[in-house]
């Protein structure tokens, strides 16, 4: 079975202008009043030859069976119908949601999507597609290898000598939240993961993202309960890791994503409060040259006056940096809707 995504191009809903010098794009993916869903969440976005590829979780609710995995495509400037490729139905009709879609695209390789399915992250198992033709058809999902779930949230990195780290984490029905790494030798055909980075009563820790600055020098951001993003470093291209400890940069228990740019800075996309399961808004970008030291200089959905931030969610960015230096960033939008954003990283300062 062959799933395709037809090119249309909606009329996009007003969005309220950042004027930022470094922004050159943004806009939602599809017009809220012709949402194909009540809700969606989780977005991910690629670059494939050329083409934009987003994906996100859609359904009523998330959790309800009828959560499904969707796509649209942006060419000629404009966006693609979204176009539901998987479902959570089983063979035996059963059926479960979908949860958390990651794009990624391996040197010389098709695109990839990842995505779990399952009753609930303490119980989903992971999965893939791929797509030789940029996001416009896909083959039949893959079922992981038993223990391994994919990336969890962010996007895999790959090395120069063609390793991908693909970060993970699990969550326990004991309520134990830990992050670990996957690695592929052999462009994504197989897996093996590292232990925890971390101990749960210490830090309750998930959906990681993986910097990278050179030279074997990596660093994974986390997500946490503990009210701030935690971190853990590697001197050997990620074959051991520090132990995890607190950052200076706050988390309300919300998703984070970022990248290592082309001029060695490290770029972030951070709820920058520290409200366990609260605040949401508003959503920042984060600058650093060492990883320590941060410096929050724009607010891609800031807190506006006159209005009341109760209810209000923009949330679990996705950021990578195209090989023109553009930086692509989708993030829910209210989980009515998912917003794109284009940032010209030579004009953050």
């Known amino acids: 079975m062959i799933f395709s995504c037809k090119e249309k191009s909606p009329q996009l809903p007003k969005v309220v202008p950042l004027n930022h010098p470094a922004v ?64 959570g139905v089983q063979e035996d009709g059963t059926r479960y949601p979908c949860w958390n879609p990651v794009l990624f695209k391996p040197k010389g390789k098709p695109l990839y999507l990842f995505y779990k399915v399952g009753p609930s992250p303490q119980e989903w198992w992971g999965l893939y597609m791929t797509s030789k033709d940029n996001g416009q058809t896909w083959s039949e999902p893959t079922e992981l290898p038993k223990g391994i779930l994919g990336p969890i949230k962010n ?8 390793t991908i780290l693909s970060p993970s984490s699990n969550e326990t029905t004991s309520g134990d939240w830990t992050v670990h790494l996957e690695y592929s030798m052999d462009s994504a055909n ?18 990681p993202v993986i910097l990278n600055y050179g030279n074997g020098k990596l660093q994974v951001l986390s997500r946490t309960k503990n009210g701030v993003v935690s971190e853990n470093w590697s001197d050997d291209h990620g074959k051991t890791w520090s132990a ?18 082309l001029d060695g ?25 060492d990883g320590k030291n941060w410096d929050r200089v724009l607010d891609l959905e800031p807190l506006r ?11 679990y960015p996705t950021a990578l940096q195209a090989e023109d230096g553009k930086i692509h960033i989708v993030y829910t939008w209210n989980r009515k809707t998912v917003k794109y954003v284009v940032i010209d990283p030579v004009k953050l300062q």
Request: aromatic letters at 8%; proline letters at 7%.
């Open 265 to 289: 800075r490290q770029f972030l996309v951070y709820n920058p409060t520290d409200k366990n399961w609260g605040d949401r808004v508003p959503l920042s970008i984060g600058l650093s040259k």
């Open 190 to 207: 197989t897996w093996t993961k590292s232990k925890p980075l971390n101990l749960p009563e210490e830090f309750g820790a998930i959906q």
């Open 305 to 315: 006056e006159n209005t009341d931030k109760e209810g209000e969610e923009y949330s």
């Open 155 to 162: 996007q895999p990195i790959q090395l120069a000598d063609g």
């Open 244 to 261: 995890m400890t607190a950052t200076s940069l706050p988390n309300p228990n919300s998703g984070i994503d970022g990248t290592s740019l």
């Open 24 to 87: 050159i794009t943004e806009e939602f993916i599809y017009e809220i009043d012709k949402a194909p869903t009540p809700e969606c969440h989780a977005s991910t976005v690629a670059v494939s030859n050329g083409v934009i590829v987003a994906s996100w979780f859609g359904g009523t609710k998330e959790k309800n069976k009828d959560v499904g995995i969707w796509v649209a495509r942006r060419t000629n400037g404009k966006w693609s119908s979204p176009i539901e490729i998987i479902n």
